[in-house]
């Protein structure tokens, strides 16, 4: 049992910088010894003449890889074969079949069963985590969509005073200076197109999801508010 506490010291040592990879090899390096110490202590009990139950070890193992083991069905179940394959091989290789000190008649098929029952755990672990895995990424795209949704009604409710005020200007100077047509035509130009696309970013008001205290909308209050999140998803990054 050194030989894990020996892992364990070391990812908890590097716990700061932990890659998958690394989880992967120290889970690897702490059950793969196990597999020869088994088959010595089932060689040396078939030897001793002494009353045992077989593959106990085998079967403790593989269920714990079945709830603790890193959820990858590669890792996992390759090492759970392992144990079982091991296991089965032997209870044949050693005959432990018809050996008086054996009381477990139904081997080695238990003990296969034990692995089936850990391959299932590991697999229904595996599926949980990815759909949660898929729950967060539509949890964080629908974020950023609100996110997104929010800027743009901001934008469009900033721009809104300053527009009017452009249309009316427009409409005072068509009074007072008749002869300035084509200047007012070319303003009215702008005025149009950046009311059409102001109009268009209204397209995205159903992905957003209204809030007490929203009704009372500040423009303003919301570019700040988002400025300030980006500044710190920038600061974020660059750690």
């Known amino acids: 049992m050194l030989w894990v506490l020996g892992v364990l010291g070391v990812l908890f040592a590097r716990r700061s910088r932990l890659t998958p990879r690394l989880i992967h090899g120290g889970f690897a390096a702490a059950t793969v010894p196990f597999l020869p110490i088994f088959a010595l202590a089932e060689y040396f009990m078939a030897g001793s003449g002494l009353i045992w139950v077989p593959m106990t070890g085998h079967r403790l193992v593989m269920l714990a890889m079945g709830v603790l083991a890193p959820t990858g069905l590669w890792l996992g179940g390759g090492l759970i074969a392992s144990f079982a394959l091991e296991a089965a091989v032997l209870w044949f290789a050693l005959g432990l079949g018809g050996h008086p000190g054996v009381r477990s008649p139904w081997e080695p098929w238990v003990t296969l069963v034990y692995g089936g029952v850990a391959l299932a755990i590991l697999a229904y672990r595996v599926r949980s985590q990815n759909i949660e895995l ?74 957003l999801v209204w809030r007490e205290g929203d009704e009372s909308f500040d423009a303003d209050a919301m570019l700040r508010h988002l400025e300030e999140d980006l500044a710190r998803e920038l600061e974020r990054r660059r750690h």
């Open 134 to 207: 898929k729950l967060r990424e539509v949890r964080a795209e629908a974020e950023a969509l609100e996110r997104l949704a929010r800027l743009f009604i901001a934008v469009r409710d900033a721009t809104n005073t300053p527009l009017q005020t452009l249309e009316l200007s427009i409409a005072l100077l068509r009074q007072r200076s008749p002869g300035s047509e084509p200047t007012i035509a070319a303003m009215e130009r702008a005025v149009h197109r950046i009311r059409s696309l102001t109009q268009r970013l209204g397209s995205m008001d159903p992905l």
